[in-house]
């Protein structure tokens, strides 16, 4: 069975919201404006989360209460860098004036994570630089890192008309809390990766914020796999005309692990496009997926070109996915703005047309999971990232026909 919603907006509409309500204990609570959410350094000013608040209540926050306490001073992972030559690497007090460039944070975790984090990660890539190597930020974590809660800042600069690819790896076990602040500015061109490859039973909440200057692009690709409670929040905000912002993300969630991305895409100027599309799959007992995308085009932004897509494969009984897009818009001259969010079991006309073929059940559904995820994991880039994630998948199948075979 497939559930679907579909949304489509262009100039011929008037001022509109969309999907602005959710139900509560049975009854409806009208949302606030996505505008009028609370930002703020200071930890003390977001409440510990109870599951009830709109931006938690599908998480297991339960299960996040030494992050939630806000003193994050573990033994956090192990983090290297192997950069291009270019790109300057820095590592910085929190005092560093370049902090917080990309906003406040948006909630108790990411509060946390600021105020705890002692030494931030700076990555700077050079005005008008080219046609260099990628760069990979390793983040390994351990037993040590899976006892207490730390936190981890980091901070990617694209400065004016330079092109770069970063690559965000994250792995083993941690509770961490992160902050990654990502400055796009005029003209420049930055994809950033960030796979969570975790062991079981890592706990790994992480902010991205990024604000895109005039005339920039942002690739974003979210890769998550591993990990007990793995919840990403990807904040984007234009600041000029002309930005253009790609957000992109696959998922697969295993027994038990709860897996949750927020998106927020802030059209506060004229003239900017953006894309979001995230595909998971979910196999296994009690395996959770959370996807909510938020857009808000304010009264100022004009011309904006905006969709959002999420697309959820139910693999086995027991598995739950749910799947929020949310579109605020203030203003009727707009390119085009739409959403849409699916989720089903496998396509029989696919597996019907494959067995017909002769191609056996489990190599069909193989080739049925692989077809669905090839789109995002070949707009990567990174060769070695790619074979890597295609080899995760391939794992995570076998676990599906190990259970089937029970």
């Known amino acids: 069975m497939t559930a679907t919603t579909e949304k489509n907006l262009s100039t011929d509409h008037t001022r509109a919201t969309a999907d602005t309500a959710h139900s509560h204990g049975g009854g409806t609570v009208p949302e606030a404006s996505r ?15 109870t599951g009830r608040e709109e931006d938690w209540r599908f998480t297991p926050v339960n299960r996040l209460q030494k992050i939630f306490a806000g003193e994050l001073h573990g033994t956090g992972p192990v983090v290297t860098v192997d950069a291009d030559e270019q790109v300057r690497v820095e590592r910085v007090g929190r005092d560093d004036a370049r ?49 207490e809660a730390s936190a981890q800042h980091v901070l990617v600069v694209a400065e004016e008309l330079s092109e770069s690819l970063v690559v965000l790896d994250h792995r083993g076990s941690a509770q961490v809390s992160q902050t990654v602040e990502i400055d796009v500015r005029d003209g420049a061109h930055l994809t950033l990766v960030s796979v969570q490859d975790w062991e079981d039973g890592a706990v790994h909440l992480s902010s991205q914020r990024a604000k895109v200057g005039r005339d920039a692009r942002l690739k974003h690709i979210v890769v998550t796999f591993g990990g007990d409670v793995v919840r990403m929040t990807t904040d984007a905000a234009f600041t000029a005309p002309g930005g253009d912002v790609e957000l992109l993300g696959l998922y697969f969630t295993d027994a038990g692990q709860h897996q949750e ?3 927020f895409i802030d059209h506060a100027v004229e003239n900017c496009k953006s894309r979001a599309t995230y595909k998971g799959a979910l196999q296994g007992q009690d395996a959770h997926a959370v996807w909510v995308g938020d857009v808000l085009i304010r009264k100022e932004a004009e011309g904006t070109d905006t969709y959002e897509l999420n697309r959820n494969l139910v693999l086995t009984e027991g598995a739950r996915a749910d799947s929020v897009p949310n579109l605020e818009i203030e203003t009727g ?3 085009g703005a739409g959403h849409a969010s699916a989720t089903g079991r496998f396509d029989d006309e696919q597996l019907f047309y494959l067995r017909s073929r002769g191609v056996p059940e489990a190599d069909a559904r193989r080739l049925v999971v692989r077809g669905f995820f090839a789109e995002l994991i070949n707009q990567i880039g990174v060769p070695l990232v790619q074979e890597r994630l295609m080899a995760a998948i391939e794992a995570e199948l076998d676990r599906t026909m190990e259970a089937a075979r029970r």
Do not use: K, M, Y
Request: hydrophobic fraction near 45%; charge should be negative; charged fraction near 20%.
């Open 35 to 49: 505008a009028d959410r609370a930002s703020s350094f200071a930890l003390a000013d977001f409440p510990v989360p």
């Open 99 to 147: 902090l917080g460039v990309a906003g406040a944070p948006g909630d108790r975790s990411a509060a946390a994570a600021w105020e705890s984090f002692g030494e931030a990660l700076v990555l700077t890539v050079p005005r008008g630089h080219t046609g260099g190597r990628h760069t990979t930020v390793s983040v390994n974590g351990d037993a040590a890192a899976a006892e």
């Open 261 to 263: 991305h927020r998106l």
């Open 333 to 335: 001259e707009i390119e």
